[in-house]
């Protein structure tokens, strides 16, 4: 461990397992079970808890809480899981909770910010270059598809979903599923137009734009019920990656798509 700086008021112990090149600021607690990648850094007062595996150059920033105990009072105290992946950054007081069985896992994808405050409950899966303002709360088990972001102090139903490259507002309340490519707002939130900013920002092609603007009006600005608008879209827009990916999540939902 000579290539690894840990503070003298830190407590590490000796049933973890520390990445070669990793800071560990003070007052910083990690518990047996913490398996850590290499080059991370813990600012200080960081408490990290087992089972947790964690990959490298993540940043975990003061008073962040990371791998305790579900909340969910089925909790029988059995081992149960978290896993995150490589360059997030987590910043103050943020939390995050190990599964609630031992036979699941909460996850965490790849080069998320994740902001003050903000939560991922028990058995919630999120991917990869997430970003959830302060304040942004999950529920357990909800999904997080890629490049979503959750606004300040949004706050997510357990069991829902949010679709890759989606947005929802500040203060939302998030009770239904909410597909890729839109932007939810409001309490409760509604769909409110497609994220034409992140779309632009993240490179999308502007015929592929024009695609997602027409599957937006079919489901939310024509007259049809959810199951016509998604025959609708299928019949009448072309199959490109963005509509299959629009179809394929309206039509694996179980609690029904934000309107």
């Given at each position: 461990?000579?290539?690894?700086?840990?503070?003298?008021?830190?407590?590490?112990?000796?049933?973890?397992?520390?990445?070669?090149?990793?800071?560990?600021?003070?007052?910083?607690?990690?518990?047996?079970?913490?398996?850590?990648?290499r080059?991370?850094?813990?600012?200080?007062h960081?408490?990290?808890?087992?089972?947790?595996?964690?990959?490298?150059?993540?940043?975990?920033?003061?008073?962040?809480?990371?791998?305790?105990?579900?909340?969910?009072?089925?909790?029988?105290?059995?081992?149960?899981y978290?896993?995150?992946?490589?360059e997030?950054?987590?910043?103050?007081?943020?939390?995050?909770?190990?599964?609630?069985?031992?036979?699941?896992?909460?996850?965490?994808?790849?080069?998320?910010?994740?902001?003050?405050?903000?939560?991922?409950?028990?058995?919630?899966?999120?991917?990869?270059?997430?970003?959830?303002?302060?304040?942004?709360?999950?529920?357990?088990?909800?999904?997080?598809?890629?490049?979503?972001?959750?606004?300040?102090?949004?706050?997510?139903?357990?069991?829902?979903?949010?679709?890759?490259?989606?947005?929802?507002?500040?203060?939302?309340?998030?009770?239904?599923?909410?597909?890729?490519?839109?932007?939810?707002?409001?309490?409760?939130?509604?769909i409110?137009?497609?994220?034409?900013?992140?779309?632009?920002?993240?490179?999308?092609?502007?015929?592929?734009?024009?695609?997602?603007?027409?599957?937006?009006?079919?489901?939310?600005?024509?007259k049809?019920?959810?199951?016509?608008?998604?025959?609708?879209?299928r019949?009448?827009?072309?199959?490109?990656?963005?509509?299959?990916?629009?179809l394929?999540?309206?039509?694996?939902?179980?609690?029904?798509?934000?309107?």
């Amino acid at each position: 461990m000579s290539d690894i700086e840990i503070h003298p008021t830190a407590i590490v112990d000796a049933g973890s397992e520390i990445g070669a090149g990793t800071v560990i600021g003070p007052y910083c607690i990690i518990e047996a079970g913490v398996v850590l990648g290499r080059d991370s850094w813990l600012q200080h007062h960081v408490t990290l808890c087992g089972p947790t595996r964690a990959g490298a150059r993540n940043k975990f920033y003061a008073y962040c809480s990371i791998g305790q105990q579900t909340q969910d009072l089925k909790y029988a105290a059995e081992p149960t899981y978290l896993e995150i992946g490589a360059e997030n950054t987590f910043r103050e007081f943020v939390t995050v909770n190990r599964s609630t069985s031992s036979d699941g896992k909460t996850r965490i994808g790849h080069c998320g910010n994740f902001l003050a405050y903000s939560h991922v409950g028990h058995d919630c899966v999120v991917g990869d270059a997430v970003v959830f303002s302060n304040n942004g709360t999950l529920a357990g088990h909800v999904q997080v598809e890629d490049h979503a972001i959750i606004g300040g102090l949004t706050a997510v139903h357990q069991f829902c979903r949010i679709g890759r490259f989606a947005i929802t507002g500040g203060c939302s309340k998030i009770v239904q599923d909410v597909p890729p490519f839109m932007i939810a707002d409001g309490n409760p939130a509604e769909i409110r137009g497609v994220n034409l900013v992140g779309l632009e920002r993240n490179g999308f092609a502007p015929e592929s734009v024009k695609w997602i603007k027409e599957a937006f009006r079919l489901i939310y600005r024509s007259k049809l019920n959810t199951r016509q608008a998604v025959e609708a879209v299928r019949q009448e827009l072309p199959a490109n990656e963005e509509i299959i990916q629009i179809l394929a999540f309206i039509e694996k939902s179980e609690r029904g798509i934000i309107r």
